[in-house]
């Protein structure tokens, strides 16, 4: 989304962050059924966003190879 690009530049954060949006009400744009397993996992109890480096997945996906 736009706007959390914004606060991600005004935070001078900039490309070594990734957002996860979590929310309660969460469903797959393609989902067939509302309370597919499958909607579970970006659902949270509370709206949440989670700010993630990117250079911490890098260093999880190496270890997983």
Avoid: M
């Avoid at 949270?44 to 999880?60: D, G, T, V």
């Amino acid at each position: 989304c736009d706007w959390q690009r914004l606060l991600l530049n005004l935070a001078r954060l900039g490309n070594p962050i990734q957002l996860a949006l979590f929310h309660p009400s969460f469903t797959y744009a393609d989902a067939l059924d509302e309370s597919s397993t499958a909607n579970y996992t970006s659902r949270s109890p509370y709206p949440l966003i989670h700010f993630i480096r990117s250079k911490q997945i890098e260093k999880a996906r190496k270890v997983q190879q």
